[in-house]
């Protein structure tokens, strides 16, 4: 069955790194794009990034550009996110999400994992 | 980037009751509209894509449409388990934007 597990979240102090990972099985994860979306506490979700199934093209959103960095491992079925000079904004939980196409959808999603941005 | 807007915030219904969520988008996106079911402490899970094309295994109350900007979800009578979060997002653009989310509350 397909799994998406996140892992690497925690508490993280402002302006400090994280890297957050995402671990795929029970499908060709090399054939499929990958988004993260995360959402704070007590609020809506918020799409993050999306990486293409062979890494070659990725997106942010605005609030995220230039701090973070979506990759991929395709032979370790993994999916990466690094987070540089966090922010408490950034305090969220962190979902992992299968690209379904055509059209495109997220038929699949992980736990999430939790990062905290505090002093 | 494409604005997601959903009406309304909150709502409250009852079991067997026929309810319909709307969601905006500030340009057109087609028919590239997905709605998510979210529940307290759990993962969002897919339950309409394309507008109107229901999920596998999701239970036929649930229903899909519209084109261009304007996009409603009904269901077409509440189960207990329905009461929970739904979000749409446009799947037409990148940044793939959500809607804020309308959250069914049990009356």
């Known amino acids: 069955q397909v799994q998406l597990v996140e892992s690497g979240g925690g508490v993280v102090q402002p302006g400090r790194s994280l890297r957050l990972s995402c671990t795929a099985s029970?499908?060709?994860?090399?054939?499929?794009?990958i988004h993260w979306v995360r959402q704070a506490p007590g609020k809506g979700l918020e799409w993050v990034s999306l990486?293409?199934?062979?890494?070659?093209?990725?997106h942010y959103a605005d609030s995220v550009k230039g701090r973070f960095t979506i990759s991929r491992d395709n032979s370790r079925n993994m999916l990466f996110l690094q987070m540089n000079s966090l922010r408490a904004e950034d305090t969220a939980m962190y979902y992992c999400?299968?690209?379904?196409?055509?059209?495109?959808?997220?038929?699949?999603w992980g736990r999430g994992t939790l990062v905290t941005v505090s002093s | 980037d494409i604005q997601m807007t959903q009406s309304p915030s909150s709502l409250s219904a009852s079991v067997g009751d026929r309810v319909t969520f709307t969601c905006r988008a500030s340009?057109?996106?087609?028919?590239?509209l997905n709605w998510y079911q979210q529940k307290p402490g759990k993962a969002p899970e897919l339950l309409i894509y394309?507008?109107?094309t229901l999920q596998s295994g999701v239970p036929s109350r649930f229903s899909g449409s519209g084109s261009g900007t304007d996009f409603t979800l009904t269901i077409s009578s509440l189960q207990p388990e329905d009461f929970a979060t739904y979000y749409c997002?446009?799947?037409?653009?990148?940044?793939?934007?959500f809607g804020q989310g309308t959250k069914l509350e049990i009356k």
């Open positions: 394309a507008a109107s």
């Open positions: 029970g499908f060709t994860f090399s054939t499929y794009a």
């Open positions: 340009q057109t996106i087609t028919n590239y």
């Open positions: 990486i293409s199934y062979d890494g070659s093209d990725k």
């Open positions: 997002q446009q799947s037409y653009s990148t940044p793939r934007t």
């Open positions: 999400a299968r690209d379904r196409i055509p059209p495109s959808r997220l038929d699949y």
